[in-house]
């Protein structure tokens, strides 16, 4: 059983920074592509960023690019969302995504992972 944990949600003043991580534990799983999701209350779950297994490739949703900084520590099974100069439009519920292997671009639909955290709450205030 794949477990995804995500934590460091919070509530922060716009402006400021939080730092998001996600842990995959459980059966075996070695090589996987991650993303965050997030969602609003009363919206869809639109995708924020998503890396690759290596690192090597990093995709970013346009209202974040700039802002937030996808990264990854295979070694701990853990994939990082530094978020800087938070809005309050980033207020969300935001989700770790796992995909089972690896691909050169690094896939942005929600109905390509499989494995998904319980999400994290996200606030920021004006």
């Known amino acids: 059983q794949v477990q995804v944990v995500e934590s460091g949600g919070g509530l922060v003043q716009a402006g400021g920074s939080l730092r998001l991580w996600c842990v995959t534990s459980?059966?075996?799983?070695?090589?996987?592509?991650a993303a965050w999701f997030r969602q609003a209350p009363g919206k869809e779950r639109d995708f924020v960023s998503a890396?690759?297994?290596?690192?090597?490739?990093?995709n970013y949703a346009d209202s974040v690019a700039g802002r937030f900084t996808i990264s990854r520590d295979n070694a701990k099974n853990t994939v990082y969302l530094q978020m800087n100069s938070l809005k309050p439009e980033d207020t969300a519920v935001y989700y770790c995504?796992?995909?089972?292997?690896?691909?050169?671009?690094?896939?942005?639909?929600?109905?390509?992972?499989?494995?998904w955290g319980q999400g994290t709450q996200v606030t920021v205030s004006s």
């Open positions: 890396i690759t297994w290596s690192g090597d490739e990093t």
């Open positions: 995504a796992n995909r089972l292997g690896t691909s050169r671009t690094v896939p942005t639909r929600a109905d390509e992972y499989g494995y």
């Open positions: 459980g059966r075996t799983f070695r090589i996987y592509d």
